[in-house]
């Protein structure tokens, strides 16, 4: 079936597709989350333009992580078929698709030397699932302002490309946290930031000092263990590591080589200190960085080669926040609400890596994966559904039967990758009408399940989620929401992941019984 736009007129022949003119919805952005999304959007029958400054697909994976193997893995031999929607699990790094053939990409693209792919391979699955899925983007088309007119029927976007002006009721942003963010410290303009970072020979024989010690800052030592005579870490706070947060909380392992370095006195020093300053008396002499110790210790100073800043990456919102888009920390994420979209200018959406900035309700003081394609897929496709029903489309409402409805929980539970990726932040809703029984209302976020309690119009249902603790433990919970209430009910944890033994059986059927469904 052709694409319209809003004007009219077949698009499916264009040599560069969506031209400057009206739509529906606008995406921009050439990355993961904006190719999922705009893949979801097909499947829900959204008419959308995609544009990008970009002259191909990619996003971040055209060009970092700098030492090219990723943080999330692909296992390509797991214990459930690769094609289904439970090897999901196994596999951190494909885009999602309801069609069996374009799923799992990125297994077949690894060349077996680990299961991270390498960045060059994480490009070409993203590259590979949008040609399989014929997802057309208009490349090359910046993204240059954004206005907005008001009428009587709701305000309307100007999207400014160096193509022409879009017009839009509904944008969605997903150009990553993309943008180099460096410190005011005197003398910032001696380092060089992460996204400057040379080839690793060219550090040969240098003394290397790291502001940051996230896993930028640890990818890059890692990296430079071979080739630096010394590198020095420093940060005001402790590095935390994966290991010990039993979360994606800190330093992955991948990258603790440095770390060992450290306390084995190899010539690595991880440094609990501020950064008061970087200075260099002639153009070809050394730098000295001026340090202040975090436990109070007396100011001193490093000589060094050397400075890198890995002090992280902010948004680009360009003019958003002069339309009224608040921004928060030091990445400057956009406020957004549980559905993704700015808490203060309705109609302006985010998908990607900037739908970290909606936290969920942070059980346990534990993220969600949304920062991550593991966890930003299963984000566009629920953000998709929100934006058709907004449109008009109404949802899909499987009736379940109530005697199957305790198997139907325990198959979620077993198989269902949206919960296992997104803990305590994605959530299966099971509605418990009295009239026309149990329904599928599908994935929706956790938190606007919980804010919706009490609601006029939101009756009796059932959450299913997947939630850790932080201890190591991975169990299930279920909400139940009965006369505008909602409780917890938490399952036991089983140490093999197993959902579908008789005793989760058992509790499960409790709750159902509590909810009253016989």
């Known amino acids: 079936m052709a694409e319209l736009s809003q004007a009219g007129g077949d698009r499916s022949a264009d040599p560069r597709p969506f031209p400057p003119g009206e739509y529906p919805v606008i995406v921009v952005g050439s990355g993961a989350g904006a190719i999922q999304i705009s893949y979801s959007l097909r499947r829900h029958g959204v008419d959308h333009a995609v544009v990008s400054a ?59 030397t680990s299961y991270f792919p390498s960045r060059p391979e994480m490009e070409q699955n993203i590259a590979t699932f949008a040609e399989r899925t014929a997802t057309r983007i208009r490349y090359g088309c910046r993204w240059t302002g954004t206005r907005r007119e008001d009428s009587p029927g709701g305000p309307t976007f100007i999207l400014e490309t160096t193509d022409g002006d879009y017009r839009a009721r509904t ?102 200190a501020s950064t008061g300053g970087i200075t260099r008396e002639s153009p070809d002499g050394p730098l000295a960085v001026s340090i202040r110790p975090s436990d109070g210790g007396e100011e001193f100073s490093i000589e060094v080669d050397e400075v890198i800043s890995a002090t992280g990456f902010v948004t680009p919102l360009l003019d958003l926040p002069e339309l009224g888009v608040a921004t928060f920390g030091q990445s400057q994420l956009p406020a957004q609400t549980p559905y993704w979209e700015s808490a203060n200018v309705p109609g302006i959406f985010f998908a990607g890596t900037i739908g970290q900035a909606s936290a969920g309700l942070k059980k346990h003081g534990l993220p969600a994966n949304s920062g991550a394609v593991h966890g930003a897929r299963y984000n566009a496709r629920v953000l998709a559904g929100h934006i058709a029903r907004a449109g008009g489309t109404a949802p899909d409402r499987p009736p379940i039967a109530p005697s199957s409805l305790v198997d139907a929980i325990i198959g979620e539970l077993t198989t269902g990758p949206e919960l296992f990726h997104q803990r305590a932040y994605l959530a299966k809703v099971i509605s418990l009408d009295p009239a026309s029984g149990p329904r599928d209302e599908g994935i929706v976020p956790l938190a606007a399940f919980v804010d919706a309690a009490g609601d006029d119009g939101d009756g009796d249902a059932i959450a299913v989620t997947l939630e850790a603790d932080g201890n190591g433990a991975i169990y299930p919970v279920l909400y139940l929401r009965q006369a505008g209430r909602i409780e917890e009910r938490p399952i036991d944890a089983d140490a093999l992941l197993r959902y579908d033994t008789p005793s989760t059986r058992a509790q499960v059927a409790e709750v159902v019984a509590e909810a009253g469904v016989r």
């Open 54 to 112: 970009d002259p191909s697909p990619g996003g971040m994976f055209r060009r970092w992580p700098f030492f090219q193997r990723l943080l999330s893995w692909t296992k390509p031999y797991a214990p459930v078929e690769r094609n289904s929607p439970a090897y999901e699990r196994y596999d951190w790094n494909s885009l999602l698709s309801d069609d069996p053939a374009q799923r799992a990409i990125m297994p077949d693209l690894m060349d077996g």
């Open 171 to 272: 944008l969605v942003f997903a150009v990553g946290v993309s943008q180099p963010h460096s410190p005011a410290t005197p003398g910032i303009e001696f380092s060089a930031h992460y996204a400057e970072t040379r080839p690793a020979e060219t550090y040969a024989g240098r003394r290397i000092f790291i502001m940051g010690k996230q896993n930028s800052g640890f990818e890059l030592a890692t990296g430079l263990l071979p080739w630096a005579r010394r590198i020095i870490l420093s940060s005001p706070s402790p590095a935390k590591l994966s290991v010990n947060t039993k979360s994606l909380v800190g330093v992955r392992a991948r990258y603790v080589q440095p770390f060992e370095d450290h306390v084995l006195g190899g010539g690595v020093s991880v440094l609990d």
